[in-house]
């Protein structure tokens, strides 16, 4: 079976550009979940969708970044405008909801200059 | 909040010798607590998770870890290292209103010398 599938996996842009980092869930999964990891602040729970609703978005640092989830098999973290400081690792998961076992992607490595 | 603290950031061990990593977490009810392994490069695979009944939980690869409601913690633990055990582990606290939605803590890598 596929896993959870993220792209890019890597993306350089220059501050002030607008970044979109897809990712497709495991087929079946219905709770979603992004992620960002940075040396100095750790794995971050940014927004969490279940059932393609967005539960909980209170880590999401500020109004420059967005997420949607249109369908169960699609999700998108949108940053507008980048920042250097938006550099990191930003992971998508997926899960059955209610289990805690969470199905990581491989990250999508975001570099702002 | 619940929260979760890994107190060693490194820890190198020899191949072939036990392993303990240690996890302290804070949350108000009984917790479901996690670990999980990230290879470099890779996403993070779960090892094993606790949600309630035996304290001693066992999970993939050979590892075990313990939960100690007295001391709040969820140490992992390991009998014989092997080299491809080199990782980083992180311990994780969920929310017993959504289990999924974990908060880790922030990790402690595994170098394993031969």
């Known amino acids: 079976d596929a896993g959870v599938i993220q792209s890019p996996r890597h993306e350089v842009t220059e501050m002030g550009q607008e970044v979109t980092l897809r990712c497709k869930p495991i087929s079946g999964h219905n709770s979603l979940f992004w992620y960002r990891q940075t040396m100095m602040r750790g794995l971050e729970l940014l927004i969490y969708?279940?059932?393609?609703?967005?539960?909980?978005d209170s880590g999401m640092p500020e109004d420059r970044f967005s997420a949607k989830m249109p369908n169960a098999s699609f999700s998108t973290l949108k940053i507008q405008p980048s920042e250097p400081r938006d550099s990191a690792v930003y992971f998508c998961a997926s899960s059955r909801g209610g289990t805690g076992e969470l199905f990581f992607g491989e990250g999508s490595r975001l570099t702002v200059l | 909040a619940q929260s979760v603290t890994q107190p060693d950031i490194h820890i190198t061990v020899s191949e072939g010798a036990s392993l303990e990593l240690r996890c302290n977490y804070s949350y108000g009810a009984t917790p479901y607590l996690f670990w999980y392994v990230q290879s470099p490069g890779q996403g993070l695979q779960l090892l094993l998770k606790?949600?309630?009944?035996?304290?001693l939980v066992q999970g993939i690869k050979g590892f075990e870890a313990e939960f100690k409601r007295s001391q709040s913690s969820f140490n992992l633990r390991k009998p014989s290292v092997h080299w491809s055990d080199a990782a980083e582990y992180f311990c994780?606290?969920?929310?017993?209103?959504?289990?999924?939605?974990?908060?880790f803590g922030t990790g402690t890598r595994l170098q394993v010398t031969l």
């Open positions: 994780a606290v969920g929310d017993t209103g959504t289990a999924s939605k974990l908060t």
């Open positions: 606790y949600f309630s009944g035996d304290t």
């Open positions: 969708f279940n059932n393609n609703v967005p539960i909980d």
